[in-house]
């Protein structure tokens, strides 16, 4: 009988690697019922989906993890089967090695069977982040396609393909019920959306236009998401000759629209984000501090602040005067916003 974990054992150096690696020897006898994801930040991050079959676990890399809506095919790129051991592990396999990066587990439970064959695999997933019934079918060579069968979980939405950013109005003075706004610098920056999807970024301007590979050193923060699917709002602004992406406002959040949330309510999912790393950050907000606020842009050297009423709507393309810029130092960029 072949040896089914031997090209696994192939790539893999017991010496180098904590990932096991059992002996040659008969396979266990389960159930082919047992099955999880594991979420692999290797050269690119992607989703590693692993189902029990004789005594092995079949594998599949879903570079965009398992599609919510059954509209939407995910590639899903057959590997090599791994040992049962492996439905355990997690880990940092060493740079260099096959495979390296960090792998965790992102889900696991059992599964069904509808069908198995050499072109088709159908299941039903019980798990404790994905149930639904799934299709994996073969395209060409090592490539497979996988789509969920069943409707959407919940109320979920597909995020939007693109939106027209929302632009302040010019107010010769602060509004009279400045407590109703919360108040933020106005960066003077280049106004860009970012939509993250399934570990992956695409940057659009003000125009509509996509403008990700002029900022590749953005990716990685759509990579801390993970699986989430998110659009944020914000500027590219350099500080000290570096740029970095301040995000100040969401509108869609996993399977969410936010656009008609109140921008209290998009704010406070903002920072429930905690979006900080190396080169992105979330804008800072005070509601109600209008003086304040002016005083300290002032003291920086800021273009100005901007004032977001906390009841308001996210409302694509509009000048609206429900975002306000009040007498300030400079104009900043056109299209900027906070």
């Known amino acids: 009988m072949a040896d089914k974990l031997e090209t696994y054992r192939a790539k893999r150096d017991a010496t180098r690697t904590r990932e096991p690696i059992p002996t040659e020897g008969p396979l266990p006898r389960g159930e082919d019922d047992t099955f999880v994801i594991q979420e692999h930040h290797a ?3 992607h989703w590693d989906l692993r189902l029990e079959r004789g005594g092995v676990l079949v594998s599949w890399a879903i570079p965009k993890g398992l599609p919510p809506d059954p509209a939407t095919n ?3 790129v057959h590997t090599e089967d791994h040992p049962m051991e492996y439905a355990r592990f997690e880990g940092e396999i060493p740079k260099g090695e096959y495979g390296g990066g960090t792998m965790t587990i992102w889900d696991r439970g059992h599964y069904a069977t509808e069908k198995w064959s050499d072109r088709e695999v159908k299941i039903v997933l019980s798990g404790s982040r994905v149930a639904g019934r799934y299709v994996l ?6 490539n497979w396609m996988i ?3 069943d409707p959407p979980s919940g109320r979920w939405e597909p995020p939007p393909a693109s939106l027209a950013p929302m632009t302040p109005v010019t107010r010769a003075r602060v509004p009279r019920d400045p407590e109703a706004y919360a108040w933020e ?3 003077g920056g280049t106004r860009a959306l970012a939509y993250v999807e399934g570990g992956r970024l695409a940057l659009r301007d003000a125009a509509g236009a996509d403008v990700t590979g002029e900022h590749r050193w953005l990716r990685p923060l759509a990579e801390s998401f993970g699986s989430r699917a998110v659009v944020l709002d914000g500027e590219v602004v350099t500080f000290a000759g570096t740029p970095v992406y301040v995000a100040y406002d969401l509108l869609y959040d996993d399977g969410r629209s936010l656009l008609g ?3 209290e309510r998009r704010r406070a999912g903002l920072e429930d984000l905690a979006v900080n790393g190396p080169r992105w ?4 907000s005070w509601p109600g501090e209008a003086d304040a606020v002016r005083r300290a842009a002032a003291e920086q050297g800021m273009p100005g602040v901007v004032g977001k009423r906390l009841d308001s709507a996210y409302a694509p393309g509009e000048e609206s005067p429900a975002w306000v810029r009040p007498p300030g130092k400079a104009q900043g960029k056109a ?3 906070g």
């Open 74 to 76: 995910h590639l899903a």
């Open 43 to 45: 050269r690119s991050l």
């Open 185 to 187: 610098f106005w960066w």
């Open 335 to 337: 299209g900027g916003a």
């Open 137 to 142: 079918f073969q395209t060409r060579g090592r």
């Open 261 to 263: 949330e109140p921008f």
């Open 281 to 284: 950050q979330t804008a800072p």
């Open 147 to 149: 789509r969920r069968m």
